[in-house]
């Protein structure tokens, strides 16, 4: 034990790790902004599938909108108009949904804690810090492991394999704007459906697509039914969000009743802390903060990620 007097607490009492042990202790010593600079991205199979069925579904909804229904309109600003609309719903959906899935959502360094890394803290004596026995790393407040990322992420919400990643401190506000662009998209997909189904009606499926009848009731009934279920998923979800944010209370704590010993930021505050500054139109940009990754090799051991 180090000479500070703190103390290591491990639920499953696994013991630090020695000297000789084979963690590298420079893949945990990277600065914030050298991380900031790494594209993060998990190697789960069902994440994987479950990332490309999202944004197949996503192109499938601006096919037959695009299509089926605007571009046979004679009505040529209405074609236009929505067209825009859509596009860039789905433009900033899909955007959101990378950043939601290649943003490091507030990984631990795993293995840092050594005996070295403990000295370096400059504890107090007598201090109470934990370890995760999973991933071998010192274990923040209001820090969860995952066990399909194989880290312990900070202010875990929840892992979505719809993005393929976890939901946590640094990667929650483009999860808000993915569910939030989705609703909104579903809701105007919904819309030009239903008048789309009275244009044909009225001109008994002769001009009102370029495709056959029966080839255009299918379309549009995918669609609508596609649409439906995204928007019940999708405003539940960014419902459940707002609401974890407005309280600071992730999903994991709510669940298992963990009573606060952190100071809570409720409601603006709380959205500030994770959309950053005042309300502003920046809240909705899905694009703030974005820069290229640099290519970097990093040995990981045990570890489904890898960095780019």
């Known amino acids: 034990m180090p000479s500070s007097g703190h103390r290591l607490r491990d639920v499953e009492h696994h013991p630090l790790l020695a000297e000789n042990d084979s963690y590298d202790s420079s893949s945990s010593s990277s600065s914030e902004a050298d991380v900031a600079d790494r594209v993060w991205f998990i190697r789960d199979g069902c994440g994987m599938i479950c990332a490309i069925m999202t944004w197949l579904l996503v192109v499938y909804a601006d096919f037959v909108v695009t299509f089926v229904m605007l571009l046979p309109s004679k009505d040529f600003w209405y074609s236009v108009v929505n067209g825009v609309l859509f ?4 433009v900033l959906a899909l955007s959101s949904h990378l950043r939601t899935m290649l943003t490091d959502p507030g990984a631990v360094p795993k293995g840092n804690a050594t005996k070295e890394h403990m000295e370096s803290l400059q504890l107090k004596p007598g201090e109470v810090i934990y370890k995760c026995p999973k991933c071998c790393c010192i274990k923040p407040e209001r820090a969860h492991h995952c066990s399909i990322c194989k880290r312990c992420i900070r202010k875990m919400d929840h892992h979505c394999p719809w993005v393929n990643n976890c939901v946590g ?9 993915f569910t939030m662009y989705i609703a909104l998209s579903s809701v105007h997909a919904l819309i030009l459906c239903g008048l789309q189904f009275v244009s044909c009606v009225r001109g008994q499926w002769t001009e009102c697509s370029d495709f056959s009848p029966p080839v255009t009731v299918i379309l549009l009934i995918f669609l609508c ?5 995204f928007f019940t998923f999708t405003a539940v979800m960014f419902g459940t969000q707002i609401h974890s944010i407005c309280n600071d209370e992730t ?7 963990e009573k606060p010993t952190w100071e809570r930021r409720l409601r603006w505050e709380g959205m500030r802390s ?3 500054g005042p309300p502003s139109l920046l809240w909705m940009n899905p694009f703030v903060g974005f820069r290229f990754g640099r290519l970097q090799t990093r040995p990981r051991k045990g570890g489904p990620e890898f960095s780019v």
């Open 87 to 90: 596009n860039c719903l789905a």
């Open 169 to 177: 401190e640094k990667n929650q506000r483009f999860f808000v704007l």
């Open 225 to 229: 039914l596609e649409s439906l279920l």
């Open 251 to 257: 999903e994991i704590e709510r669940l298992k009743s």
């Open 274 to 276: 994770v959309f950053g």
